[in-house]
């Protein structure tokens, strides 16, 4: 596609719930970042994918995070037993190769009740 | 510590004023990117300055890198009320991992 799209835009859950984040990057870029932004503050970096290497996952706050990227294109961000304090907008980022700029998505905001 | 940071937290102008905001680091990069972002959505890339360039411009938009200061300035010449915006520098360090680490922005207001 044209640009980085993030799915859902919105999303409720109640506390306890699991949710799945998607996001599908711009077509052949190998690179590919989450990041998560509470109501105004900066990036918190979440994880980050580089072609076929071993993620780095150094930034997930928990193990009720986990992501994963099939086939080097769609990335799933997954939230287990949501926290009322996992409530902020997770955005999605990719770029051709490292030492690019990046193109992000739209985010998805989750709100966890 | 946060790697970057950015100054002032907040600025107001008036249309037509420059605006400055600063970023500083704290280890060698290898690149420094500058970010806009409107309403607390996605993030529009500005510029890419590589450790071994000086100054880049785009447009109304200047950045200068100072690496033996460790720090950059993003400039917007001419504001419009369109640059009402908040303003991210990020760094990709080897020391970081060489993955793209955000400052907390900087919160730009062009009043018309």
């Known amino acids: 596609g044209a640009g980085v799209s993030q799915s859902p835009s919105n999303k409720v859950t109640e506390k306890g719930k699991d949710v799945e984040l998607r996001c599908d990057p711009i077509?052949?870029?190998?690179?590919l970042y989450w990041y998560r932004q509470s109501l105004g503050q900066g990036l918190e970096f979440l994880i980050y994918f580089q072609g076929n290497s071993a993620p780095d996952k150094s930034g997930l706050p928990s193990d009720r995070f986990s992501a994963e990227r099939t086939g080097g294109s769609v990335s799933t961000l997954t939230i287990q037993r949501t926290q009322q304090e996992d409530s902020a907008v997770y955005l999605c980022?990719?770029?051709?190769?490292?030492?690019?700029?990046?193109?992000f998505g739209s985010g998805t905001r989750l709100t966890v009740v | 510590s946060q790697q970057g940071e950015e100054d002032p937290q907040a600025l107001s102008i008036q249309e037509g004023e420059n605006a400055t905001m600063n970023c500083s680091y704290k280890?060698?990069?290898?690149?420094l990117q500058w970010y806009r972002q409107n309403s607390g959505r996605g993030l529009v890339h500005l510029i890419l300055?590589?450790?071994?360039?000086r100054e880049k411009h785009s447009g109304r938009l200047r950045v200068t890198l100072d690496t033996s200061k460790k720090s950059s300035s993003l400039l917007i010449t001419a504001s419009r009320a369109a640059d009402t915006a908040s303003y991210f520098c990020a760094t990709d360090a080897r020391e970081y991992g060489n993955k793209l680490v955000f400052g907390a922005g900087t919160i730009l207001r062009v009043k018309s």
């Open positions: 077509s052949g870029h190998t690179a």
């Open positions: 980022a990719s770029s051709l190769a490292r030492g690019n700029g990046y193109t």
């Open positions: 300055i590589r450790s071994n360039e």
């Open positions: 280890t060698s990069i290898n690149n």
